[in-house]
């Protein structure tokens, strides 16, 4: 009998990849998605969907009873779902932190622990790096997330790690890029227009992770014995604001842009108007407070040793590689 794997917030960006390679290593996969999401990613008729109500901890509790009664538990769990933008901040913590802590109490009440629980987290949840000697995070240091979405990451991975009878890993990827994703294609549509908007004068040193390779990360996780531990992700090179912008130009085949620096404090006013408009218009803005320390952030440089010790990860695709296969998917989907 195939095991079976849950997969939360499988609609979004990276929720459909992993479903994607969960079928084809052969999990019968249940798409954790609620009724009102697209499933324009979550084509593939072996996909079973259920709709599990984390902001309710009893009924999520009855909910994992009865599906354990009619198919047995889940097997393995990546628990994906999540926001990284809402016009309310407080939502952060609701749905990144209390309906984690609500799963996992519900999963432990209905004897339904699965063998392995993948919790999706975020570099976030350790806050600003080292940006005087740009140093990389390491597991070590002590986590000091500056925003709403770093600091509910943080309480979620705080919860799981207080609960020893229940075997997680927690992976903190880096900023992660890929057919799909929104936000850094924004970027992409920027400089295709002939414009780069850098924030802040002093140089970034960035990471990334291809969405493909974050897939394979969580899967070595799953799969492996090793249990009650956390990992950076990312694909073991740093880049320059400037680089990625030089990668990004090369991969769309743009020979000049203009170049602008938007110094800090005027980014800084101009996320919180766009944050008071989203109020207005009810929809969430890509650029808000919490958007804004983020992009303020200069060191995002992360030590990935961990994570290819224990668990031999390797990251097939480097930035060049991961721009051009990405930019091709927005060409034939029309987004470019």
């Known amino acids: ?26 999990y019968e996969v249940w798409a954790g998605i609620r009724k009102s ?5 979550l084509q593939d008729s072996r996909i079973r969907f259920i709709d599990l109500q984390f902001g309710n901890k009893e009924q999520l509790t009855v909910q ?26 407080k939502d952060f913590d609701k749905v990144n932190f209390e309906y984690t802590a609500n799963f996992i109490d519900a999963l432990t009440e209905a004897g339904s622990i699965p063998e392995k629980f993948v919790l999706m987290s975020s570099l976030s949840a350790f806050g600003t790096g080292d940006e005087k000697n740009y140093t990389p995070i390491k597991l070590t240091d002590t986590p000091n997330p500056n925003t709403a979405y770093g600091i509910s990451k943080l309480k979620a991975e705080q919860y ?4 020893p009878n229940f075997p997680y890993i927690i992976l903190r990827p ?20 002939g414009l780069d908007v850098g924030a802040g004068f002093k140089p970034q040193h960035l990471t990334f992770i291809y969405v493909k390779d974050l897939v394979d990360a969580a899967f070595l996780g799953l799969e492996s014995e090793i249990k009650n531990r956390a990992y950076f992700v990312a694909d073991g090179d740093v880049y320059t604001d400037k680089e990625y912008t030089q990668l990004v130009k090369e991969a769309i085949g743009k020979k000049r842009v203009i170049s602008l620096k ?24 890509t650029l808000n407070r919490d958007k804004y320390k983020i ?5 995002w440089e992360c030590d990935i040793t961990p994570l290819i010790n224990d668990l031999g ?9 991961g721009l051009k296969e990405s930019i091709e998917w927005y060409y034939k989907n029309g987004w470019l």
């Open 64 to 89: 994992l009873n009865e599906f354990s009664s009619q198919h047995g538990k889940f097997n393995y769990i990546i628990h994906n779902a999540g926001v990284t933008k809402c016009l309310d901040p």
């Open 160 to 163: 799981l790690q207080g609960k």
């Open 1 to 26: 009998m195939n095991k079976k794997i849950l997969i939360t917030g499988a609609s979004g960006f990276i929720g459909s990849f992993l479903v994607e390679k969960a079928l084809e290593k052969g």
């Open 174 to 193: 880096t900023g992660v890029y890929g057919p799909r994703e929104k936000d850094y294609f924004l970027m992409v549509k920027t400089v295709k227009s």
């Open 37 to 41: 999401s697209s499933r324009e990613y």
């Open 262 to 285: 938007v110094p800090l404090w005027i980014l800084k006013i101009v996320s919180i108007i766009a944050e008071d408009i989203s109020k207005l218009t009810k929809k969430p803005s």
């Open 313 to 321: 990860f390797s990251a097939k695709y480097n930035l060049q590689k």
């Open 295 to 299: 992009m303020k952030q200069r060191n």
